[in-house]
């Protein structure tokens, strides 16, 4: 059951901004990170590029598949950042962890194919390494990965040795900052489809220490980018970014949830929050499976 507060008009502005300067990472606004006409940074991505400080390094890595037509079809249509990145800087290099069959993909096409190396490394395993020739990036960029372990294997690249300047990746957007939601368990099977990555706030939790932080926001896909390479200050307002974003999911989490999850108190929230996880989790047949929630 929802509070009354869930089916009234928005929160009042004077207790968003109380829970802003509370809980978010900044009070800075910026009203370019809603980016609501994409969905994986297609365009986007390489504005931000253009706007980085500081000379290219000329490498990306990739980790997992690749969005767009195939063999020919919607040969006009962008849909991946990567690909729209290395077909705006050709001279690239592309490492390409478990991204499929990469010549088939059509923007990528036999022109650019060669500037990618494919491997398919254990994504899960401790020992995850990052080649030395892959590790100053100008883009990493993670999408969808098993149980949902994007934040797991964000933090083990970085761990690696990777420094990207700017980092896309898919997050759950219906977990909405401040709440930091990440799956633990290696069970893949058994996974709910629902939660198929970290929350955002998780995310940038990860790249914090690393002088990254959020710039933009479609709802699935984040943008951060390093603070010493973005041309306007950072850390700024992810609350404020997250609620002018769209929010992109699975019905099995509704919008009204989210919707409470946002505006609701937070010390409410919480216990309601890990109910619907622990339900979700039940409902895939992996009742009592761990995960993390925190502030």
């Keep these: 059951a929802f509070p009354e507060e869930a089916h009234e008009a928005p ?11 509370q809980h978010s990472a900044s009070m800075r606004v910026d009203d370019a990170c809603p980016v609501n006409a994409e969905n994986h940074f297609e365009k986007t991505i390489t504005r931000a590029f253009d706007a980085l400080k500081g000379p290219p ?5 990739n980790i997992g598949g690749l969005y767009g037509g195939r063999h020919g079809e919607k040969e006009h249509v962008p849909d991946d950042p990567v690909v729209e990145l290395l077909r705006h800087r050709p001279d690239f290099h592309v490492l390409c962890w478990h991204c499929g069959e990469v010549p088939a993909v059509t923007r990528v096409g036999p022109g650019l194919a060669p500037r990618f190396a494919a491997q398919a490394p254990d994504l899960l395993a401790p020992e995850l390494a990052v080649p030395p020739e892959f590790r100053d990036l100008d883009l990493l960029r993670l999408d969808f990965l098993p149980g949902g372990h994007s934040c797991r294997v964000l933090r083990q690249v970085l761990r690696a040795g990777a420094r990207p ?15 930091k939601f990440a799956p633990l368990h290696a069970d893949v099977e058994r996974h709910p489809a629902a939660l198929f990555s970290c929350s955002l706030a998780a995310a940038a939790e990860v790249l914090q ?22 041309p306007d200050p950072l850390p700024i307002s992810d609350m404020d970014c ?23 108190a937070v010390d409410d929230v919480v216990p309601r929050l890990w109910g619907n996880l622990t339900s979700l989790y039940a409902a895939a047949g992996h009742a009592g499976a761990p995960f993390s929630l925190a502030l």
């Excluded at 929160?11 to 300067?21: H, S």
């Excluded at 992109?248 to 949830?257: H, N, Q």
Aim: aromatic share 18%; glycine share 10%; no cysteine.
């Design 11 to 21: 929160i009042a502005p004077a207790v968003w901004l109380a829970k802003v300067a």
């Design 242 to 264: 997250y609620r002018g974003a769209g929010i992109w999911g699975y019905r099995a989490i509704p919008a009204e949830f989210v919707r409470d999850w946002l505006f609701g």
């Design 57 to 61: 390094k000329g490498r990306m890595l």
């Design 209 to 230: 220490p690393f002088g990254i932080f959020l710039v933009r926001l479609t709802g699935p896909y984040a943008l951060f980018a390093h603070r010493e390479a973005w």
């Design 165 to 179: 300047r700017l980092v896309a990746m898919l997050v759950l957007s219906q977990i909405p900052p401040p709440f």
